[in-house]
């Protein structure tokens, strides 16, 4: 039998095999279960990469939406679905030289590519 952690990915997973224009472009790769541990637990991301050379961020990246509040429960699901979380931020980018946002942003810790092999 599966655990609810087990259950919740599996319907997220199902939820986007469902919805193919649901992201686009495509999730990368290496950032498809960190969406979908914080999707699957109510949390709603709109951006995502997997980082490093070539991509939009140095690291993987979520950026979510919510109040105040929302950064703190979507730290709280990633690490009780068991990402390796790096930083939780609060943005206000500026655009045009005005301050948009705010959204939160989690960062997840990555593998020095020499520990990857061994």
């Not at 637990?41 to 990246?61: D, I």
């Not at 930083?87 to 948009?100: F, G, K």
Request: hydrophobic share 40%; glycine share 6%; with cysteine.
């Amino acid at each position: 039998m599966l655990d609810a952690k087990s259950l919740r990915i599996i319907r997220a997973l199902s939820t986007m095999v469902d919805e193919p224009s649901q992201f686009d472009p495509p999730l990368d790769a290496g950032i498809v279960q960190a969406v979908v541990a914080l999707r699957s637990n109510g949390v709603e991301t709109f951006e995502s990469c997997e980082g490093g050379a070539n991509h939009a961020y140095p690291e993987p990246t979520v950026r979510f939406h919510g109040d105040a509040s929302e950064g703190f429960r979507a730290l709280a699901a990633a690490m009780k679905e068991g990402l390796p979380v790096a930083e939780l931020r609060r943005v206000w980018p500026i655009r045009d030289s005005e301050p948009t946002g705010p959204w939160w942003e989690i960062t997840l810790a990555t593998v020095p590519t020499t520990a990857r092999h061994l």
